[in-house]
C-alpha cells in the first residue's frame, strides 16, 4: 500500500501570514498515462471533507487562489498565501495513482 | 445542486451486519463511479472501496480491511448507492461517506458504532 506522510501534523499560523503543508509518498504518483494523482482536502469540524485541489495543483472551482499545490512523482506542497479565519480545519493530501489512501492530517490553527 | 444523503447507520453488536444506503441527487446517477469513505473518531479518512458505473462494467474494489465483509452495490433506477457490511468489527466504528469517485462531491455520513 502506498503511505502519505504529512507535516507538520500541527501549524500554527498567524492571520494573513502563509502556511505550508507537506506530503510525501512511499512510492511515485505518476500512473502510467503520464498524469499524477494526488488531491488536497479540507474539513473543518463536524463537517464532511471538501476537495480544494486535484492532480496536483487544479484548483476546484470557488477555491480561492491563495491555495496552491505543487510537487512531483513523491513530494507534494500544499501553499496558502495568506491565511484566513475560514482556512482553519485538517487538511489531507490522497493519492489515487495506485487505489487511494489518505495522509494522517494537518491540523491548522491561528495563532 | 449535487446532493448526496446517506442513511442506515446506528449501533451494531460486534459480528453484527448493517445497510447503508446513499441517494443521489443532481448528477447523472447511472454514469457515476461511487465510493464509500469512512472515518474513524479523531482519525483521518480512508479509503472502504468503490463501484464502477455499469456501462463501464460496473466493477467493484475493497480496501484489504473490508474485503470479504462489505459489499458495495447500486440500483441505477433509484439513484442510490449502498453498502453491506457484515462481520462487523469494533474497528469498523467510524462516520461512513458515500462520494463520486472524483471525490469533488460528498455526503454529510452517517454513523456507525460497533459495540456491544
Known amino acids: 500500500d502506498v503511505v502519505m506522510t504529512q507535516s507538520p501534523l500541527s501549524l500554527p499560523v498567524t492571520l494573513g501570514q502563509p502556511a505550508s503543508i507537506s506530503c510525501r509518498s512511499s512510492q511515485s504518483l505518476v500512473y502510467s498515462d503520464g498524469n499524477t494523482y494526488l488531491s488536497w482536502f479540507h474539513q473543518r469540524p463536524g463537517q464532511s471533507p471538501r476537495r480544494l485541489i486535484y492532480?496536483?495543483?487544479i484548483r476546484d472551482s470557488g477555491v480561492p487562489d491563495r491555495f496552491s499545490g505543487s510537487g512531483s512523482n513523491t513530494d507534494f506542497t500544499l501553499k496558502i498565501s495568506r491565511v484566513e479565519a475560514e482556512d482553519v480545519g485538517i487538511y489531507y493530501c490522497m493519492q489515487y495513482t495506485h487505489w487511494r489512501t489518505f495522509g494522517q492530517g494537518t491540523k491548522l490553527e491561528i495563532k | 445542486e449535487v446532493q448526496l444523503v446517506e442513511s442506515g447507520g446506528g449501533l451494531v453488536n460486534p459480528g453484527g451486519s448493517l445497510r447503508l444506503s446513499c441517494a443521489a441527487s443532481g448528477i447523472t446517477f447511472s454514469r457515476a463511479w461511487m465510493t464509500w469513505v469512512r472515518q474513524a473518531p479523531g482519525k483521518g479518512p480512508e479509503w472502504v472501496g468503490r463501484?464502477?458505473?455499469?456501462?463501464?462494467?460496473?466493477?467493484?474494489a475493497y480496501a484489504a480491511p473490508v474485503k470479504g465483509r462489505f459489499t458495495i452495490s447500486r440500483d441505477d433506477s433509484k439513484s442510490t448507492l449502498y453498502l453491506e457490511m457484515n462481520s462487523l468489527k469494533t474497528e469498523d466504528t467510524a462516520v461512513y461517506y458515500c462520494?463520486?469517485?472524483?471525490?469533488?462531491?460528498w455526503g454529510r455520513g452517517t454513523l456507525v458504532t460497533v459495540s456491544s
Open positions: 492532480k496536483v495543483s
Open positions: 462520494t463520486t469517485d472524483s471525490f469533488d462531491f
Open positions: 463501484i464502477k458505473s455499469k456501462t463501464d462494467d460496473g466493477t467493484t
